[in-house]
T-cell receptor, first 113, second 116 residues
Framework: AQSVAQPEDQVNVAEGNPLTVKCTYS??????LFWYVQYPNRGLQFLLK????DNLVKGSYGFEAEFNKSQTSFHLKKPSALVSDSALYFC???????????WGAGTKLIIKP | DGGITQSPKYLFRKEGQNVTLSCEQN?????MYWYRQDPGQGLRLIYY???????QKGDIAEGYSVSREKKESFPLTVTSAQKNPTAFYLC???????????????FGAGTRLSVL
């Protein structure tokens, strides 16, 4: 079965420290992977995607993600966290049978000053 | 949220009542989607439409209905058959659904539906 797992419900990081939000996936065929961010009572905003090419993908707001095929992971990273990065982060993978997105449950990121 | 407008922002439903959530986009996207978001469960697909006058059921279509009479509009009706409708509803659109590298979904600001 195709799926996405975000193993951490919440991640706490001090401002200025590096952050990582974890995502693992299971999909048939080539993985198309996405990260989105959601601020309270708002819709989701696209951050970055991996389709093919370099395993390190750069996106909006200084975020990047590392694709690891052998570990079937697509972890979101940022070298130096900001308080304004506090939000809910979703990982998604494309279901290659119907081209719809399969969503993780989300990880709440809290950056403390 | 630019380009996709959801209304109303808050909606209350009485028992036995049908309610309709509006979603309009001016991005000229072909595909539109409705998701339901519950705490700790991520997004679940209700319905999606790839073209005008055509739509497909998602994972949790029971108790919901949609129409796609215009490219810009994809309203969702929550019927009285949906016994647990309290949730945050998100509408999205994308330029493609059948592969390609541009299948990024753009979201509206959401409608929060509660039962009176």
């Amino acid at each position: 079965a195709q799926s996405v797992a975000q193993p951490e419900d919440q991640v706490n990081v001090a401002e200025g420290n590096p952050l990582t939000v974890k995502c693992t996936y299971s999909v048939s065929g080539n993985p198309y992977l996405f990260w989105y961010v959601q601020y309270p009572n708002r819709g989701l905003q696209f951050l970055l995607k991996y389709i093919t090419g370099d395993n390190l993908v750069k996106g909006s707001y200084g975020f990047e993600a590392e694709f690891n095929k052998s570990q079937t992971s697509f972890h979101l990273k940022k070298p130096s966290a900001l308080v304004s990065d506090s939000a809910l982060y979703f990982c998604a993978v494309r279901d290659n049978s119907n081209y719809q997105l399969i969503w993780g449950a989300g990880t709440k990121l809290i950056i403390k000053p | 949220d630019g380009g996709i407008t959801q209304s109303p922002k808050y909606l209350f439903r009485k028992e036995g009542q049908n309610v309709t959530l509006s979603c309009e986009q001016n991005l000229n996207h072909d595909a539109m989607y409705w998701y339901r978001q519950d705490p700790g469960q991520g997004l679940r697909l209700i319905y999606y439409s790839q073209i005008v006058n055509d739509f497909q059921k998602g994972d949790i279509a029971e108790g919901y209905s949609v129409s796609r009479e215009k490219k810009e509009s994809f309203p969702l009706t929550v019927t009285s058959a949906q016994k647990n409708p309290t949730a945050f509803y998100l509408c999205a659109s994308s330029p493609y659904t059948s592969g390609g590298t541009k299948n990024i979904q753009y979201f509206g600001a959401g409608t929060r539906l509660s039962v009176l």
